[in-house]
């Protein structure tokens, strides 16, 4: 379909497509024919070298909870226990903006509360990192742009707001690329985070930041937000678990809009508990953004069963659809045998695991790109220097509003506000404009549709559908910064959940070689709508009987 | 001209933006608007061309205009924008006072600060479907928001949200009676669509010139945009089809249509081309205009100026451009020329769902619509009134209400058309008061007519008590018996 349309604007997405196809290093690409069951040999063995334990995660903030509750520990205690972590590792890692001055205030605010006996909120004492695009008042708020820079919000989003009426004690602000574009958090215009596996290598991004500072636990959870992975491809490199959740599950209101109808807030732990305990304290409905869903927010976390009760096929009948266009050409091999492995461990646990084909795949990424970058050049029109935010001196109107905006915003975004105010433009007339919405944007919108579709199909036949949540590990810093076509190809794996809007979380399932200690690989698992539930059911029995892995940084360990 | 924008923006400390947001950077900016070219292209037109209209004055050359203007069609269209009296504005809580001080009535929202969201206040769909249905409009059961693109300062998102190719009404039509001073007459004017969308702040130019400050109070109020066929052919076509308008929007209390506040906007565009032909002329957009009079005069200033150029041999000269109504040397003058369409970018506004109608709704806001002024026009008609009192009478809603009051109470229907829109909207102009601020009841009114009716006292005696009613009250009885008013039979 797409195919068929002469437009020179319709290049970009070609050179996209192939791009990732023929990348331009060259690498050996064999079509996989591992077995599903033939677990890769490889990540065994690396696995096994890395580990110090083989106790599967356990909750961080039911851990101090019970501690709080039981007297026998202070929250000033939990709170300093992470802040000399955080001010030890934070020179290397560089995973926050900005960190709360007030966090010390709080925790004694939450001892005072106990000494009371006042009932505690289900996140009191639990420190939280939230990405810098998420409005809070007490702290700046950038969107990781120097347009932005020192700007305080007047109002909390409803997540934070939800946060802080849970008892969280809100650490920081988390580095991200400007505005969320970028898969690396090398974007940003303040600092490049590193990835605490190897502090060679980028964390991934958007969220980079935020997930980088839960692997280091320079914080107990995190707030982030997915527009087409930045959520579950930095919880892919670092080795952490992160929650997609659908879209509408949480309010936008104070989210740094990038591409409005594909972000959603989403969340990082170290355990798939804590991502359920946090996705649960900000999820559901607010008056303050249209397209949040009035649906019912199930108590996730609670329908967990414990590891000591769980039978020895606690998955059983559980169908699994392994996405077969995300083990092919493109995507690295011992990623693929990685992913093939956790294949087999779900196999395991009882599930039936079959290849589904979705057709559509290849042409989620250029769709989402036009989507995206036309949104996102609208929703950074409000950057222009009147209000707030960096102001350029200027001497009349033009150049002040280009002056601002040329000053404040860096590289990446610049191209994707061209790419988007071009994929929108209409020439100079009305007919010429329908033409062109006809060429360029009813194809991603079309593409959005088919994507939706294929997803529908796949997910009648099968419970959950899993795939790499990247076709690599985490890589080195700058390797494709000048490469932003390679960089896009990156996002293969999770641009089309987000053009469907389903809900997606990714869970470290092994390592791969790379670095001091092996790089984790995540394993994204894709649901129906509203279907977190299913999702972190099976996320936690995944990782509660994963065996001889433990996902602790070489920083930390 | 040199103006300059200042981020002169105070908020009220009462309100949720803390002041912080704007002390950080106190330093007042200074900036000038693009304004240089427009200024060379405004004095060479107008100093060749508008005063050339303006010097013929004298009757010969009057005749001349008006055989020229014969040999011409003028084709007019109307852009006019309601400004909606909902309680708060388009997309959030804000209520919006005329003359607030500025920046007063600001949220997050309508400031569009990073991560606020519209919500849709419902009151607007009312609003819309209420003038869509008096408009006999076709209703889009499904419509949708989009954002037209463009960046100005007082537009806080850089995007308006606004209804781009499914407007929520369309194809619709006024009826109207042209008052007999310009030749009566009925006329029936196409409407091609009436959408939502959000206004945009204000820009204060400082008494220097020198600076301008933005206030945001007017921006996300709620306003409807009601997009006229082009089928006027005079001023006072236009100014009638206005008019009509405003009587509506106040019949249906969907906005105060006031156009000295800006409440009701009317952008005229004016082509002209040689009778018979069938393609249109360049058309040239009029703006500025805040009464009906004005409009009367700047359409017709403006066709003589295109009948003029065209018979110069200079039609080449009338561009696409916009054209400002200087009331004070009335005229029409270059605002800005146009280079090319504007291109706005539209998209469907991913930030709101789309707007669904039910055929429940719309019955039971077509069943809850008022008496509308064509009824009311056609009603008066059939009581015996002529179309020139009728049309009086109908032009002013308390006025209408007090007619037909008094002649609920047994007023005779001539006599109080008559006292109304004679001795009694004398005095209203002359005090410059409005009928609801005078103590005369259309009760008391309703007696002295039956009194002079009946012979108990004479006409003359009548309007004495009238006048003495309008400042004082009182009732007729007390009246005629304490000053044994009588007639003697
Ligand atoms: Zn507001």
């Known amino acids: ?157 409803t997540a934070v707001k939800k946060l802080k009426e849970s008892g969280a004690i809100l650490v920081g602000k988390t580095n991200m690329d400007e505005f969320g574009m970028g898969s690396t958090t090398e974007a940003s215009g303040y600092q490049v985070t590193a990835n605490p596996w190897d502090v060679s290598r980028v964390p991934g991004g958007s969220s980079g930041g935020s997930a980088a500072a839960v692997s280091a636990r320079q914080c107990v959870a995190a707030l982030g937000s997915d527009t087409g992975g930045s959520v579950r491809q930095p919880a892919s490199f670092c080795g952490v678990v992160g929650m997609k959740p659908t879209y509408g599950r949480v309010s936008r209101f104070g989210l740094m809009a990038y591409a409005s109808s594909l972000d959603v807030i989403g969340c990082f732990g170290s355990s798939v508990a804590d991502t359920a305990i946090l996705l649960e304290a900000i999820s559901g409905h607010d008056i303050f953004d249209a397209t949040s869903s009035k649906r019912e927010v199930p108590s996730f976390a609670s329908q967990f069963i414990s590891t000591e009760l769980l039978e020895s096929k606690p998955l059983k009948g559980l169908r699994v659809g392994i996405i077969g266009e995300t083990l092919g050409d493109g995507v690295d091999k011992p990623v693929v045998s990685t992913i093939k492995a956790a294949a087999s461990h779900l196999e395991e646990l009882g599930c039936t695991v079959s290849e589904v ?69 209409a020439g100079y007339y009305d007919a010429y404009y329908k033409r062109a919405q006809q060429i360029v944007i009813l194809p991603s919108v079309l593409v959005r549709t088919l994507v939706q579709k294929s997803f529908k199909d796949a997910l009648r036949e099968n419970d959950i559908l899993i795939s790499p949540a990247a076709p690599s590990a985490a890589y080195k810093m700058g390797e494709k910064k000048n490469d932003p076509l390679a960089m896009y190809a990156g996002d293969i794996m999770t641009v089309n959940v987000n053009l469907a809007g389903l809900p997606a979380l990714v869970l470290p399932c092994g390592f791969v070689e790379g670095g001091p200690a092996g790089l984790p690989i995540g394993l994204q698992m894709i649901g129906g709508q509203f279907d977190e539930g299913k999702l972190l059911r099976v996320g936690h029995i995944f990782e509660q009987t994963l065996q001889g892995c433990r996902f602790n940084p070489p920083l930390v360990a | 001209m040199a103006s300059l924008c200042s981020r002169g923006l105070r908020t009220h400390s009462s309100l949720l933006c803390p002041s912080s947001l704007f002390t950080t950077r106190n330093g ?73 001080q ?134 006072i076509e236009a100014a009638e089809y206005a008019a009509e308008i405003q009587r509506l929007v106040r019949y249906l209390g969907v906005g105060n249509g006031n156009m000295q506040e800006g409440s009701l906007r009317c952008d005229v565009n004016v082509s002209v081309r040689p009778t018979g032909q069938t393609e249109y002329g360049t058309k040239v957009e009029i703006k500025n205009m805040n009464s009906f009079s004005a409009m009367h005069k700047a359409i017709d200033f403006e066709i003589s100026r295109q009948v003029l150029l065209h018979n110069q041999g200079q039609a080449d000269q009338i561009v696409q451009e916009t054209r400002l109504w200087e009331e004070g040397a009335q005229k029409t003058a270059t605002m800005r020329k146009k280079e090319g369409l504007a291109d706005y970018r539209y998209f469907p506004e991913p930030d709101l769902p789309e707007v669904v109608l039910t055929e429940d709704y719309v019955e039971s806001i077509r069943a809850s619509l008022p008496e509308l002024p064509e009824m009311k026009n056609r009603r008066f008609e059939n009581m015996g009134l002529s179309v020139q009192d009728v049309l009086l009478l109908s032009n002013d809603t308390n006025v209408c209400n007090f007619f037909e009051s008094a002649v609920d109470k047994g007023a005779d229907v001539k006599m109080a058309a008559n006292w109304i829109m004679g001795d009694i909207a004398a005095y209203l102009k002359n005090e410059k008061l409005s009928i609801t601020e005078i103590k005369l009841t259309p009760q008391e009114l309703a007696e002295l007519i039956s009194s002079i009716k009946g012979g108990i006292i004479s006409g003359k005696i009548g309007k004495d008590i009238l006048f003495e009613h309008i400042a004082k009250g009182g009732t007729v009885k007390a009246v005629i018996e304490e000053k044994d008013l009588v007639q003697a039979s």
């Not at chain 1, 040999?41 to 039911?62: A, C, D, F, G, N």
């Not at chain 2, 030749?183 to 029936?188: A, L, M, Q, V």
């Open chain 1, 1 to 157: 379909m797409i195919s068929a349309i002469q437009n020179p604007r319709i290049q970009f997405l070609f050179q996209c497509r192939y791009q990732f196809n023929f990348p331009p290093k060259a690498r050996h690409f064999h079509r996989s024919t591992v077995l599903l069951n033939s677990a890769s040999s490889s990540s065994r063995v690396l696995t096994e070298k890395t580990l110090t334990s083989t106790s599967p995660p356990t909750s961080e903030i039911l851990t101090i909870r019970k501690s709080l509750l039981s007297r026998e520990r202070k929250a000033v205690e939990i709170a300093e226990e992470y802040l000399n972590r955080l001010r030890v590792t934070e020179p290397t890692i560089k995973s926050f903006l900005h960190v709360s001055e007030n966090v010390m205030k709080e925790a004694e605010e939450i001892d005072l509360k106990i000494e009371r006996n006042e009932e505690l909120g289900v996140l009191a004492g639990v420190l939280i990192g939230v990405k810098d695009n998420i409005c809070t008042v007490d702290m700046p708020s950038t969107g990781g742009s120097r347009i932005l820079q020192d700007y305080r919000p007047a109002y909390d989003a």
């Open chain 1, 357 to 425: 084909s979705l057709p559509s795949f290849s042409l989620g990424l250029p769709a989402y790109y036009i989507l995206a970058s036309s949104e996102s050049s609208s929703n950074l029109s409000r950057y222009d220097g009147v209000r707030y935010g960096n102001q350029a001196a200027a001497e009349e109107l033009n150049s002040l509003h280009s002056d601002s905006r040329c000053n404040g915003f860096g590289p990446e975004v610049k191209m994707r506000i061209l790419m988007g105010t071009y994929a929108l433009s």
């Open chain 2, 28 to 100: 007042v900016f200074f900036c000038t608007m693009q304004n240089t070219q427009t200024e060379k292209t405004k004095t060479r037109i107008g100093n060749t061309k508008t005063t050339q209209i303006k010097a013929s004055t004298s009757t010969t050359q009057v005749r001349e205009n008006e055989k020229m203007l014969n040999d011409y069609e003028a084709v007019i269209g109307i852009e006019t924008h309601v400004q909606l009296s909902t309680l708060t504005k388009a997309f959030c809580s804000c209520p919006y006072n005329y003359g607030s």
């Open chain 2, 102 to 235: 500025p920046n007063t009535t600001v949220c997050p929202i309508c400031m569009g600060l990073p991560g606020a969201l519209p919500i849709f206040n419902s009151k607007v769909i009312e609003c819309a479907v209420k003038l869509g249905l008096a408009l006999n409009c076709k209703l889009a059961m499904t419509s949708k928001f989009d954002r037209k693109q463009y960046f100005y300062p007082d537009l806080p998102k850089g995007y308006q949200i606004s209804q781009f190719d499914i407007p929520i009404a369309s194809d619709g039509y006024v009826d109207l009676d042209l008052p007999l001073e310009f030749g009566g007459g009925h006329r029936k004017f196409g409407i091609t669509r009436v959408h939502m969308e959000e206004d945009a702040g204000k820009l204060m130019h400082s008494g220097t010139g020198t600076y301008s400050q933005v206030d945001l109070n007017r921006a996300g109020v709620p306003l409807l945009e009601i997009v006229s066929e082009p089928d006027m052919r005079t001023g």
